[in-house]
């Protein structure tokens, strides 16, 4: 017999469907199929085939269709599984029992047979469009990625404007990381369904995640317009305006989904975050309260809640967070280290000690808890193995430069002005200093280079007390034939203009000069290859003007009673004020008899005010400025100048007095600033100076007020 062609077998099979014999044309279309498995021809004439064969078995009842329906959409899946499954085998053909058969399975998580139940749904009709997308689903959810695109896929060539399976291949593709093909694949289905705000959501998700934060807030704006109290779209604009660092918007955004869900800690953990990277600690720690009262074991929350109650000085409260956020998971570094941060701050270096070396145990590689126990090490006097911690840490991170700086200072503490100094540069590398650097292309002079006859803008970076302490060097650079130009801080201009070798002095806020170069004064020392040794301590190296002087000493009046000008305490920014500053009540309970006492400082803090309304042995600058108009640095230089001695903690004050001449008494803590050297009573800075500081055993700065005062006393 002669073997057919493949029309013929196309045409034959074709006469066979029109003729009413599906079953006869079903098997030849199989035939060509598996010579030919591409044959679309072949393929179409199958599944009109299959469609016949169904068509012809009989259906189930439509009551029970109506049933199933509304079973499943009463959530009453068991339900729904248990009569579809009656009815599947008495209609074996009836695709749509077995679609909401695949669809309950699913529902419930059990994807074989759900993955099964599809399959069978889109032998039974292969034109099933719904059938290869719900495939698709459930073949993804088992993470079986390929063969659920290839269904998405089939789904799409049976209806090209079908949007479902086109958002659905998009959320395969995101899976496989191919970001820039699920955009696509998003695109397409709101193009084709303008108003499906899930593919909306997801092609927001897809711009956030390829790093386009402001196209991600378009498409999530989208989905909200379609869906105002969709709740998953309001979570990821949410994470889009903090990508943007539209922190505001952010804020207001979870603040509206805690009230549509009140009962999710997680949302309430995120806008306590967002309200402690805005420093806004208060509200932060509401928020994490209220994270915690909705999952009590939200070791995250209790881990930030003691973070924020920390950064208000709550530090008890705050360990007892980071015990209960331990207790939860103990394998968490970061829980051991924020708990080493919040016991330093107590001085409790020895229980922080331990802390960072658990933090460590659970981490090898953590650098920052390097950095911590290095510091914690140098507060309990261990310089040795705390430069071990910092080198470790630079090892593991060399890209950070924070534990070469620490090392700089340590060993500027110890006298070593060689190494120190040199190490002391790699804080331009840290943006902290590195954004107070004039942002200019003038060459930066560190002594490499011959400055005779050129010009050099001296500026300052840091604190006052910088500024007073190394300006003096202004002169030596003067000395190597330089044209010095000193920017400082407004409040010092006049002051330090009197120095010699400056030929002019500005304020560092206003325009820079162009100059042959440039040095910071911090790098002065570097510069000048200055030690312990070689500093000239001719001091005074400032004097007050002589009529502030006159002004300032008719104020103060005649008396016989010596005068000493007091500074308990420094600016509350400062990072180590805790250690530094000493509160007034401590001090007052210590203050000699028949002395006028006079405060310098300008910034009192609230507390101390009321001490000082309601005593008298301290007058402030508000008993002397009776006309206004009185007390800026020039005043407070002759301030200084008239007292018989000053007792300071370690502030800009404490340098203006030395810079003056005054004789000076520093109360330092125990581990004191570098420039303050390590165990000695005197400084190489300031020959009119002694130091008296706390030891690591002092529980209070009652021994070292008393020595200040003693020191003053026994030279009457």
Known sequence: MARLSIDQMLSKGGALLRKGKPEQAKAIFEDILFAYPENSH??????????????????????????LVSMFNQGQISATIELAERMRLE???????????????????????????????????PQFCDGYNNLGVALKAQNKLEEALQAFKR???????????????????????????????????????????????????????????????????????????????????????????????????????????PGDGDLYFKLGSLFAEKEEYNSAIEAFKAAILHNPNHDGALNNLGNALAKLGQLDDALIHFERAIELKPDESSFFFNKGKALESQNRHTDAIAAYKTAISLRPDYAEAYVNLGNALINEGDDIDGLKAYDKSYEIDSG???????????????????????????????????????????????????????????????????????SRLARDVARLGAKVTLAVQKPLKNLLGQIEGVSEVIAY?????????????????????????????????????????????ARLGATDKPRIGLAWSGSLLNDNDHNRSISLSDMVQHLPQDIDFFCLQKDIRPDDQKILAASSAIKTAADLDKEQGFFDFDDTAALCSLMDRVVSVDTSLAHLAGALGVPTTVMLPSLADF?????????????????????????????????????????R
Not at 44 to 67: E, T
Not at 186 to 207: D, I, R
Not at 213 to 232: G, H, M, T
């Open 675 to 715: 420039r303050w050297l390590k165990d000695r009573s005197d400084s190489p800075w300031y020959g009119c100076m002694e130091l008296v500081r706390r030891t690591r055993t002092d529980k209070s700065w009652d021994r070292v007020i008393e020595q200040a005062f003693a020191s003053h006393q026994n030279r």
């Open 155 to 261: 789904a799409l060539s049976i209806n090209p404007k079908y949007a479902e399976p086109l958002n659905n291949i998009g959320n395969v593709l995101r899976s496989l990381e191919r970001q820039e093909e699920a955009r696509n694949a998003y695109e397409k289905a709101v193009q084709l369904k303008p108003n499906f705000a899930e593919a909306f959501n997801n092609l927001g998700v897809v711009h956030l995640e390829m790093g386009n934060s402001i196209d991600a807030i378009k498409a999530f704006e989208k989905a909200l317009n379609l869906r105002p109290d969709y709740v998953e779209a309001l979570q990821n604009i949410g994470n889009a305006f903090v990508d943007a660092k539209k922190h505001e918007r952010a804020i207001s955004t979870f603040q509206k989904l805690t009230s549509l869900r």
């Open 400 to 470: 950070n430069v924070e534990p070469l700086w620490n090392k700089s200072l340590v060993l500027l503490r110890q006298g070593d002005f060689e190494n120190g100094w040199r190490l002391y540069e790699t804080r331009w590398d840290n943006p902290k200093f590195g954004e107070r650097k004039p942002d200019t292309d003038m060459p930066y002079w560190l002594g490499d280079f011959d400055i005779s006859g050129k010009s050099i803008l001296l500026f300052s970076e840091q604190g006052l007390g910088d500024s007073i302490q190394f």
């Open 42 to 67: 072949a393929k179409q004439g199958l599944s009109k085939a299959i469609q016949a064969i169904a068509a012809a078995q009989p259906a189930p009842p439509q009551d029970i269709v109506n049933k």
């Open 91 to 125: 209609y074996p053909h009836a695709f749509f029992l077995w679609n909401i058969l695949g669809a309950g399975y699913l529902r419930l998580g059990n994807l074989e047979p759900a993955i099964n139940s599809f399959r069978k749904a889109c032998e039974v009709n």
């Open 509 to 553: 806020t206003d325009a820079l000069p162009r100059c042959d170069c440039m040095c910071s004064l911090m790098s002065l020392p570097l510069a000048l290859q200055l030690n312990v040794n070689n500093l000239d301590l001719a001091a005074p190296y400032l004097v007050a003007e002589s009529k502030r002087i006159d002004t300032v000493k």
